[in-house]
C-alpha cells in the first residue's frame, strides 16, 4: 500500500486535532493551571514535533525515492533512445561515409571536369576578353566613324540648308520661280518665288483656267499653239511671252523653260519647267535697240538710224526729198564758257524746237556734237521754207538762262533718182556753213555780251574790278602814246581779261579764306578759258592772246605758259600792272583795301621780277601820280 505524502499530513493533523482535544480536556479539569504547564500538554507537543520532523522526513524521503526512481527510469529511457539514436547515427555515418566517399568521388571528377572547364574558361575568357577588346577597338572606331560622319552630316546638312536658302535667295533674285503641271488633273504646283512674279497667293486657283488668266490676252493664243507644236514634236518649252500680274494687273515678261514628259502612248502627262521674270532685260533691250538708233542726249535719231532711213527714202515716191543741215550757233563758245552740261541742255532745247516744228513723219537726227540733219520725204523749197521759219520762229521764244538759241541751216532737194544722194547732202552742208558765216559772228557778238553780264551778275566786284582795271588800261594807254585804235583795244582788254572767270565755281571766286591748292589750280585755268571764249570771235583773236598772257610775269614764273620779258606782248605787261594794282587798292572777301602808298611800294618791290620795271615807273608817275 503507497502512503502518499497527503495521506501522511491527514493523518497528522488528525492525531495533532485529537490531541488538542485532550488537551483541551485536561486543562478544562483543572482550570487553574495553563495548559502550556501542563506535562502532558508538554509530551504532546514534543511528541507531536517529532512525529512531525519524522513525518516530513517520511514525506521527503519518499519524494526523493520516487523522484530517484522516476529520473532513473528516465535515465534508462534516455540511454536506450540514446543508444537507439547513436545506432541510428552509426548507420547514418557510414551512409554519410559511403555518400561522402561518393560524393567526393563526384566532386573530385567534378573539380577535374571543373578544372579543365575553368581551363577552357579561361581559354574563352581570354578570347573574350579579346574579342571584347577588338569589339571595343571596333566600337571606338565605329563610333568615331559615326562621330565623324554625323559630323560630315550636320555639314553636308549646313551646306545644303545653306544651298537652299541661295537657291530660294537667287530664285528670289534671279525672280526666277519653278512650277510642275500635271496635264491629268489639269492642276499645277509652284514655288513661293513664281507666286511672287504672277503677283497670286496659295488660295489663288491653280488650274488651266487660273494660268491662262494670268497670260496676257494677245499671246493665249500664241502660246497655246507654241505648246501644241513642242507637244506634238515631244521639244522642250521654251518660250517668252506677256503676263498681267492678278494682285496689281501690272504687265510683266516673263520667260519660260520646261521639259514634257509623254506616257507610252506620247501622250503629254506633266510639264516641269521654271519661269523667270525678264522684264528689266526686255526693258534694257529695248532701250539698247532705242539707243542704237536714237542720240542719247536728245532723243533724235543717230548718224546710224539716218544713214539706214536716207537709203530707205532714196526711192522716186519720195520725191522730191529735201536734205536740211543744221548746226547751233555759238556751242563751243558756250561750252567754254558755262561748261557743257549748260550746253548740253542747249542742245536738248534745239532738239525740242526741231521736232516741234517740223511734221510728224519728218526725220530729225543729231550727227553729233552741234549738227543736225532733218529728213523731209515729198516736200519741196516751198514747204521747207515755210518749215525752217516755223522752226526759226520757234527758237526766237526759247533760251537757256540768258542765252538764245540759234540754228543756222542749209539744204538741197533732190527730184530725180539721176542725183546722188550723198551729193546733195555736202550740198546741202556747204549751203549751211556760208549762212553760217554771217549768223555766227553775230550770234558769238552776242554771247560774249551774254557772259560779261552774267559774270557781273554772279559777281559784282568782279564787274567793278573789271571797269577799274579797263579805265587803268586806257590811261596806261594814253600815257605811253598809243594811237587812238591801240587804246580802244587795250580798254577792251582790260574789260574782258577775266572773262574766263565765267566758268570757275562762284564759292571758289567769293570765298573768305585762303584758297586751297586745287582751288588755286582751278582759280589759274581763267586765262585758257578766256582765250577759248574770245578767240571764236572774228576780230578778237588778238585779245584773246592778251587775255591768255595776262598773268604771266617779266621772270618768266608766270602762267599758262611761262613767258619771260620781252616775250610777252606789251599788252599784257600792261593788264598785269593795272590788275595788281586794282586788286591791292580794292577790299577783297579776305581782306580790307591797301592804302595807295603800299600799293605803289609792293609795285616798285616787283618791278624787274613780276612787272616791266619801265611800265611800273610809267604807271606809277602818269596814271597814279598824275
Not at 502627262?269 to 538708233?293: A, C, N, P, W
Not at 582751278?522 to 586765262?527: G, L, N, S, T
Request: glycine share 6%; hydrophobic share 40%; with cysteine.
Amino acid at each position: 500500500m503507497k502512503i502518499t505524502s497527503r495521506k501522511f499530513i491527514i493523518f497528522w493533523m488528525l492525531s495533532f486535532s485529537i490531541l488538542l482535544l485532550y488537551t483541551n480536556r485536561v486543562s478544562a479539569a483543572s482550570p487553574s493551571a495553563p495548559s502550556y504547564d501542563n506535562p502532558s500538554f508538554r509530551v504532546i507537543v514534543i511528541g507531536s514535533a517529532v512525529f512531525l520532523v519524522a513525518l516530513l522526513m517520511f514525506i521527503w524521503n519518499r519524494t526523493l525515492q520516487r523522484l530517484v526512481k522516476q529520473k532513473t527510469s528516465e535515465l534508462w529511457n534516455a540511454l536506450r533512445a540514446r543508444k537507439q539514436v547513436e545506432a541510428e547515427i552509426r548507420e547514418l555515418n557510414a551512409e554519410l561515409e559511403s555518400r561522402v566517399i561518393e560524393r567526393t568521388s563526384q566532386l573530385e571528377d567534378l573539380y577535374n571536369a571543373l578544372e579543365q572547364s575553368n581551363a577552357l574558361l579561361k581559354e574563352e575568357i581570354i578570347k573574350r576578353e579579346n574579342v571584347e577588346e577588338e569589339f571595343r577597338a571596333l566600337n571606338e572606331e565605329l563610333e568615331n566613324k559615326v562621330q565623324m560622319r554625323t559630323s560630315e552630316l550636320d555639314e553636308l546638312n549646313t551646306i545644303l540648308e545653306q544651298h537652299n536658302a541661295l537657291l530660294s535667295e537667287s530664285q528670289r533674285v534671279a525672280r526666277l520661280g519653278s512650277y510642275v503641271t500635271d496635264f491629268i488633273t489639269r492642276e499645277w504646283r509652284c514655288s513661293p518665288e513664281l507666286h511672287e512674279i504672277l503677283g497670286i497667293d496659295s488660295t489663288y486657283p491653280h488650274t488651266r483656267e487660273g494660268w491662262l488668266a494670268i497670260i496676257h490676252p494677245d499671246w493665249r493664243a500664241p502660246i497655246i499653239n507654241y505648246f501644241s507644236k513642242v507637244t506634238r514634236a515631244q521639244q522642250g518649252f521654251d518660250f517668252e511671252y506677256k503676263i498681267i500680274r492678278i494682285h496689281d494687273g501690272e504687265e510683266r515678261w516673263v520667260h519660260e523653260l520646261g521639259k514634257i514628259d509623254f506616257d507610252h502612248q506620247a501622250k503629254a502627262v506633266s510639264l516641269i519647267g521654271m519661269i523667270q521674270d525678264v522684264t528689266d532685260r526686255k526693258h534694257y533691250e529695248e532701250k539698247i535697240v532705242y539707243l542704237s538708233f536714237h542720240d542719247q542726249l536728245t532723243g533724235l535719231y543717230n548718224r546710224r538710224f539716218f544713214e539706214e532711213e536716207l537709203k530707205r527714202l532714196d526711192v522716186a515716191r519720195n520725191f522730191p526729198l529735201t536734205l536740211v543741215m543744221a548746226d547751233v550757233n555759238g556751242l563751243k563758245l558756250i561750252n567754254d564758257s558755262f561748261g557743257h552740261a549748260f550746253g548740253d541742255e542747249l542742245l536738248k532745247n534745239v532738239a525740242d524746237v526741231l521736232r516741234k516744228g517740223c511734221r510728224g513723219d519728218d526725220i530729225i537726227a543729231r550727227l553729233g556734237g552741234d549738227e543736225f540733219v532733218i529728213l523731209l520725204p515729198e516736200t519741196d523749197c516751198v514747204e521747207t521754207e515755210q518749215i525752217l521759219k516755223r522752226i526759226n520762229a520757234l527758237a526766237g521764244k526759247e533760251k537757256v538762262g540768258s542765252i538764245e538759241l540759234s540754228i543756222s541751216f542749209g539744204y538741197e532737194t533732190k527730184r530725180s533718182e539721176t542725183e546722188d544722194i550723198l551729193e546733195l547732202l555736202n550740198k546741202a552742208e556747204d549751203f549751211m556753213y556760208k549762212r553760217k558765216l554771217f549768223e555766227g559772228p553775230s550770234m558769238r557778238g552776242k554771247t560774249i555780251q551774254t557772259i560779261i553780264k552774267t559774270l557781273h551778275e554772279k559777281n559784282k566786284r568782279e564787274e567793278e574790278h573789271s571797269y577799274r582795271v579797263s579805265a587803268l588800261c586806257q590811261s596806261m594807254g594814253e600815257a605811253l602814246g598809243l594811237p587812238e585804235g591801240e587804246i580802244q583795244e587795250l580798254k577792251t582788254v582790260g574789260l574782258l581779261h577775266d572773262i574766263g572767270k565765267i566758268a570757275i565755281d562762284e564759292e571758289i571766286l567769293n570765298k573768305p579764306g585762303i584758297l586751297t591748292k586745287n582751288e588755286w589750280e582751278e582759280i589759274k585755268r581763267h586765262p585758257e578759258i578766256g582765250y577759248r571764249i574770245l578767240s571764236t570771235v572774228n576780230g578778237m583773236v588778238e585779245m584773246a592772246e592778251y587775255v591768255l598772257a595776262h598773268h604771266e610775269r617779266w621772270d618768266g614764273l608766270g602762267y599758262p605758259k611761262g613767258l619771260k620779258g620781252e616775250e610777252l606782248p606789251l599788252q599784257p605787261r600792261i593788264i598785269a600792272i593795272a590788275d595788281a594794282y586794282d586788286a591791292m587798292t580794292s577790299a577783297r572777301s579776305y581782306r580790307d583795301a591797301l592804302p595807295d602808298e603800299v600799293a605803289i611800294a609792293e609795285l616798285q618791290k616787283n618791278a624787274g621780277i613780276q612787272f616791266d620795271p619801265e611800265l611800273v615807273k610809267i604807271f606809277i608817275d602818269k596814271v597814279i601820280n598824275s
